[in-house]
């Protein structure tokens, strides 16, 4: 089945500093790959679309100055949060619409393991 | 706001008994899938059903789909303690996918 890679699973920085996560589609093109965000004990709040070769969209009240996310090809999205605080620490979770068809053509979303940001 | 609202919160139940979960949304979607999370852990797709699909099965899943109230079931049936997770659906639709607020799902031996 297709494979969506997150890296790094565990991230621990300082505050203000900046910490950068990878979302790779395995073995499959993925045009569209999503960020999520995820509050313990809470479900998956939709950051931003990230679109290959574009700009992200961002939903409503999504900092887009401070969670940077990049495109560039159609197997890689990246997602930086800029000068990180504590408030900063979640579960980021990214996934993958898979656009060959892997899944039957159901363009069926397939999910990393997620990313622990813990700022301190 | 999440596009889908689940229920109940939190379900507990004895090892073999059967566990439904619902969920409810809002817009039209193209699909809607369920997935499974193990605590700290990420997301496990369980079954995915289209919106011209009423029910599938997988395994010891199955799972309906009402377009007309807007609303699916996921039932896991003789359940196992290796069950015990949180529980999302996920509708797809206008270029993306939105959860609901999941159900806790305890499974006692």
Redesign the interface.
Known sequence: GAVVS?HPSRVICKSGTSVKIECRSLDFQAT?M?W?RQFP??????MA?SNEGSKATYEQGVEKDKFLINHASLTLSTLTVTSAHPEDSS?Y?C?ARDRSGL?GG?????????S?LTVL | SQQGEEDPQALSIQEGENATMNCSYKTSINNLQWYRQNSGRGLVHLILIRSNEREKHSGRLRVTLDTSKKSSSLLITASRAADTASYFCATDGRGKSTFGDGTTLTVKP
Do not use: C, D, V
């Open positions: 997150q569209t999503f999520y004990k809470q479900s998956l709040m939709l679309t579960f979770i996934s899944a159901t363009g069926e979303l397939f999910f990393g393991e997620g622990r």
